[in-house]
């Protein structure tokens, strides 16, 4: 086995397992970090609960539950005990962090654009009736048939988790697109629950809540910023819906889709800009109170609410609600009548194979018709083996086990199938991902091979004479020694060929291996406004080890750039989209690390030296001369 060393020309900083998500905007690459990391907490309150629930301090697991806890103000109290506090209070703040990510991905997320919507909601859709239909053609009659729900929804962390450790090496598209089906069936999921699972409705207090949605609107019409108001009002929501009888899980969503979601505004944006170099300038409390509010400004309220909320519902809240329901006690022939019963069965067919069918055909038939795309890099195989995945329900499944099950041994049957379905289906979609591989071709070794966007000397920064005859593309990282040794060999490449060659850098930047790749990249387009990219490009790759901001600001200035406007544009949405645009380039042309190198339009594979890499690029005329 050889070493690579550090300075071997062919060598690469890869990425990290699914870490090409710079194109993605900042929320989603959080929610998708943050659903995946929270899987093993979920999994050991489940292995807790079980344990708990079936050893001999099982009373004490009930009767946790079942302890009366009170909130009063004055002469108005409300009491539930411990379980409903779970699953009414701990639940609808996830529904509202739901919510609020179902509302930033249809302003300007996944689920903008009619092209990208249309298989995502025909596969949600497809991946709810199908279970529903299965569920129903399985399960006994009686009290049994209510439990129709369960088999409707996807626990998007257990999925994602499930995804990172049995799916294909780079999933990204494939996560964003199990993401966007998520959003349909938790939009439905909670319809369910808020409707059909709620007790008789009060109408006082749903006028009042209505009442508070027209209010939660306003703000938004009012452009109040502060979140402060909006949670006031999201809090009385949830008290007005739970006195309607509404499951509050309800409240949650709608809140959460009231809250509007935009991209930062330039305006904003540059005011915050000043605000902040202004307390760098002067760093007193009112100043520093005054860049803060600046930037809280700048980011929508939606935004910041997730940023705040996701990580206490993926680390706390969801892993709570998984020790209060999984506790399922297995004793006394309890997991052999399960494992008997035709509900078990129902939950597990509908979950497994319906979700397989449902998401499959939802999104294959579309597009094989022409209704929609599949994401690029996603093939039929990785649907597939999404789709089993999906029939990971957990979070959701459990929630509507307890609201349609009044019957103690019902509920335990259906819960057993639950966690059985989540076994199979992980074990299941790393089968259906080998055999996409092995069948279909779908591996990592089979990553594109061509360029996916053709060199555009309006948008990619060329040096050289744009119609050259050979063209050499680099997609680099700033802050990786190998890219930085790989600037030599483009230089040796340019003097030997002269004006031949035109050589064109893109940004891939690897935030997970390197933290301030994504910053350089930015400071080099940023330089590119004013005409200085080379001369930023060869700085940031000279000083690689030095590049926090305030090292970034002395290159501006080296490089004569009007620090003013180079800070103004480092921070602009044009220079994140930019670097979102060549990341999505390199991942859909089969870009797996830096430095990768394409000769023409075909990524180079093999050693990257400079005679190496001549040889290809003079090959590269031959091929085309013989054509």
């Known amino acids: ?215 939660l609107s306003g703000l938004t019409r009012l452009g109040v910023w502060r979140a402060s108001p909006y949670v006031l009002i999201v809090l009385a929501l949830w008290l007005a819906t739970f006195e309607a009888g509404l499951h509050a899980s309800i409240a949650g969503m709608i809140g959460g889709l009231l809250i509007p979601a935009q991209l930062p505004a330039r305006q904003a944006v540059e005011r915050a800009a000043r605000l902040f170099r202004a307390f760098r300038q002067s760093p007193r409390a009112d100043v520093g109170l005054s860049a803060r509010r600046g930037l809280k400004r700048a980011v929508s309220v939606n935004e910041r609410l997730q940023t705040v909320l996701h990580p206490w519902t993926s680390y706390f809240i969801v892993p709570v609600f998984a020790l209060a329901s999984a506790g399922v006690d297995l004793r006394g022939g309890v997991l052999s009548d399960a494992l008997t019963s035709k509900v078990t069965w129902a939950v597990i067919i509908g979950l497994v194979l319906g979700k397989l069918l449902g998401i499959g055909g939802g999104a294959l038939l579309p597009a094989r018709f022409g209704l929609g795309k599949l994401p690029r890099g996603v093939g039929p195989g990785h649907v597939l083996g999404g789709g089993v995945l999906s029939g990971i329900g957990f979070t959701v499944s459990l929630l509507i086990v307890g609201l349609a099950f009044e019957d103690p041994v019902l509920r335990a049957q259906a819960t057993v199938g639950v966690l059985m379905a989540a076994v199979l289906s ?22 594109p091979r061509t360029l996916d966007r053709p060199v555009d000397p309006a948008t990619d920064h060329v040096k050289g004479p744009v119609d050259a005859p050979l063209t050499l593309v680099e997609y680099g990282d700033y802050e990786c020694p190998f890219c930085a040794h790989a600037t030599g060999v483009a230089q040796e490449l340019r003097q030997r060929f002269g004006d031949r060659l035109r050589y064109v850098y893109r940004h891939l930047p690897l935030p997970d291996v390197h933290p301030n790749a994504e910053l350089a990249a930015r400071a080099a387009i940023a330089a590119d406004t004013q005409g200085r990219f080379w001369q930023m490009h060869d700085l940031l790759f000279t000083h690689q080890h030095e590049l926090e901001i305030d090292d970034i600001v002395g290159y501006a200035a080296q490089a004569g750039l009007d620090v003013e406007i180079f800070l103004r544009d480092l921070e602009s949405e044009e220079t994140a989209a930019r670097i979102r645009a060549d990341v999505a380039s390199a991942e859909a042309s089969g870009a797996s690390g830096a430095p990768t190198f394409f000769i023409g339009d075909r990524r180079h594979t093999g050693p990257s030296d400079a005679a190496t890499l001549a040889r290809e690029l003079e090959a590269s005329v031959a091929d085309v001369g013989s054509r």
Not at 101 to 130: D, F, K, N, W
Not at 428 to 436: D, E, M, Q
């Open 1 to 215: 086995m050889a070493i690579r060393k550090k300075n071997d020309p062919a060598a690469q900083t890869p990425a990290r397992r699914g870490t090409l998500v710079a194109q993605l905007s900042g929320p989603v690459r959080a929610f998708l970090s943050t659903e995946a990391g929270s899987v093993g907490l979920l999994l050991a309150a489940v292995v807790v609960a079980l344990a708990w629930a079936n050893s001999p301090w099982s009373d004490s697991y009930a009767s946790l539950w079942a302890t009366d806890a009170s909130f009063s103000v004055g002469g108005a109290s409300l009491s539930m005990d411990l379980g409903h506090w779970v699953s009414d209070g701990l639940m609808a703040m996830f529904f509202f962090v739901i919510g609020l990510e179902v509302r930033y991905e249809i302003s300007v997320g996944v689920l903008t654009s009619r092209q990208r919507v249309v298989v995502p909601a025909l596969a949600g859709i497809g991946g709810m009736l199908i279970p529903v239909l299965l569920y129903l053609a399985i399960a006994p009659g009686g009290e049994a048939r209510q439990g129709w729900g369960v088999v409707i929804g996807t626990d998007t962390a257990f999925m994602l988790g499930a995804l990172a450790i049995v799916g294909p090496r780079f999933v990204t598209q494939l996560r964003v697109f199990l993401l966007a089906i998520t959003v349909i069936d938790d939009i439905v999921a909670v319809a369910v629950i808020g409707f059909v699972f709620s007790e008789t409705i009060h109408l006082k207090p749903l006028l009042v809540a209505l009442t508070l949605c027209v209010a």
């Open 426 to 447: 992980t074990v299941l979609g790393w089968v259906s991902f080998r055999l996409a591989a092995v069948l279909r071709g779908e591996t990592d070794a089979d990553l």
